[in-house]
């Protein structure tokens, strides 16, 4: 069964950073491209990364370029989410996701 | 960069009527889209994938079609299990802005 669990979310201050990790199961990892996405209170859904499987190739949404960096290893199943100059608006629940599957998220929040 | 547009943003609607939701592309994405469905505090599901394949034990009610930059996703005859937001994606990519369906 393919699975994805995220860890890594918390409460931090603006302008700080957190780093998000999530742990893939029951598939290829390497075979996939992998992405982050993100939900706002409130607010739609929102793409925020994705990387190529072997890592040579990554984009971003606008509103997190050279902010945040996506990242993998394929030798430990992982995806990352390295999150710099955090502002209030990037509060969100943060998921990780193989094409249509998903992770359950989790929440960062962005707070002095 | 692309872009996905949906319309309507919202739609009224009552139980037992045909609802057609619609996507378009600001590429061609082959038939590389999804389809969602969020209700309040809920995640996403997936309703449809591949642009027109049912995810298995989503209700037969619902289909997708479509192919490069114009999709939609009907509901033959909507339950009021059905009432929520809805969201089409080009596969690990942008998401349109959602359709939220509401009881008229």
């Known amino acids: 069964e393919v699975q994805l669990v995220e860890s890594g979310g918390g409460l931090v201050q603006p302008g700080g950073s957190l780093r998000l990790s999530c742990a893939a199961s029951?598939?290829?990892?390497?075979?996939?491209?992998m992405s982050w996405v993100r939900q706002a209170p409130g607010k739609g859904l929102q793409w925020v990364a994705n990387?190529?499987?072997?890592?040579?190739?990554?984009y971003y949404a606008d509103s997190v370029r050279g902010r945040f960096t996506i990242s993998r290893d394929n030798a430990k199943n992982s995806l990352y989410l390295q999150m710099n100059s955090l502002r209030v608006d990037d509060t969100a629940v943060y998921y990780c996701?193989?094409?249509?599957?998903w992770g359950p998220g989790s929440l960062v929040t962005v707070s002095s | 960069d692309s872009a996905m547009t949906q319309s309507p943003s919202t739609l009224s609607a009552l139980v037992g009527d045909r609802v057609t939701i619609t996507c378009r592309a600001s590429?061609?994405?082959?038939?590389?889209l999804a389809w969602y469905q969020q209700k309040p505090g809920k995640a996403p599901q997936v309703l449809v994938y591949?642009?027109?394949r049912l995810q298995s034990g989503v209700p037969s009610r619902f289909s997708g079609s479509g192919s490069g930059t114009e999709f939609t996703l009907t509901i033959s005859s909507l339950q009021p299990d059905d009432f929520a937001t809805y969201y089409c994606?080009?596969?690990?990519?942008?998401f349109g802005p959602g359709t939220r369906v509401e009881m008229k």
């Open positions: 996701a193989r094409d249509i599957v």
């Open positions: 994606q080009e596969y690990s990519a942008v």
């Open positions: 590429r061609d994405i082959s038939t590389w």
């Open positions: 029951g598939f290829r990892f390497s075979s996939f491209w």
């Open positions: 990387i190529k499987p072997d890592g040579t190739e990554i």
């Open positions: 591949e642009a027109s």
